[in-house]
């Protein structure tokens, strides 16, 4: 157990809809990172937090967006869904002074039908 | 860019067998090296790293040596268990502020009894 939570474990949705998925750092971390893992993408940085404010921005589309709360938690929030979405995204998070070693929750596995 | 490349899968050994997963990386300046392993249906654990040429990173009976001159990371165990059986993802971090991990495609690796 790394210590990184994240809800709901599986999410079933249509296209067009929203979804937001959501995660808690390990205890201390001040950052956190949401990757996605697809089977013709691999794993894909998307985005990156750092005690509230946004850090590095990767192959995150424009219908995607996140935002990190004052208690550190971070929501990944996917709008107007596509087929195409339907990927295993992953929520990390590292401590300060350390940020390059990174803990991975168990994952959110979003199908889009 | 930077990025990094694995082996294809999959990798089929015996139990008790000699294991290498070779990776290789392109970066500019001296990254940090990781693998990740992910057991079927479960997110990515750290299994050990290197921050600087010629460190070598360990656990579980895994090892791995940072070789800047061939800019490898290959991953090596003694002994393979069936429990070994996992896809092995090697990463790189580090290469700006945001310290975002840049992923090999992953090699699967079945350990037969």
């Known amino acids: 157990d790394s210590g990184v939570t994240q809800t709901p474990k599986h999410l079933i949705t249509a296209t067009g809809q929203r979804v937001t998925l959501r995660c808690s750092p390990r205890?201390?971390?001040?950052?956190v990172y949401w990757y996605q893992q697809s089977l013709d993408q691999g794993l894909q940085f998307l985005i990156q937090?750092?005690?509230?404010?946004?850090?590095a921005k990767g192959n995150i589309l424009e219908r995607f967006s996140a935002q990190q709360f004052p208690d550190l938690h971070s929501e990944l929030n996917l709008s107007s869904l596509e087929l195409g979405d339907s990927a295993l995204y992953f929520c990390?998070?590292?401590?300060?002074?350390?940020?390059?070693?990174?803990?991975f929750g168990p994952g959110t596995r979003l199908l889009v039908l | 860019g930077n990025s990094v490349t694995q082996m294809e899968g999959p990798v089929t050994l015996s139990e008790e067998a000699f294991l290498t997963i070779n990776c290789t990386y392109t970066a500019t300046g001296y990254p940090s090296l990781f693998w990740y392993v992910q057991y079927p249906g479960e997110g990515l654990q750290l299994l050990l790293k290197a921050t600087k040429a010629d460190d070598k990173g360990s656990n579980k009976g895994f090892e791995a040596t940072y070789r800047k001159e061939t800019t490898s990371f290959h991953l090596e165990k003694g002994s393979v268990q069936v429990s070994d059986s996992a896809v092995y993802f090697c990463?790189?971090?580090?290469?700006?502020?945001?310290?975002?991990?840049?992923f090999g495609s992953g090699t699967r690796l079945l350990v037969r009894p």
């Open positions: 990390a998070s590292s401590k300060a002074g350390e940020q390059e070693t990174q803990y």
């Open positions: 937090y750092y005690n509230g404010e946004e850090r």
């Open positions: 990463a790189l971090s580090g290469m700006d502020s945001s310290y975002k991990l840049i």
């Open positions: 205890s201390g971390d001040l950052s």
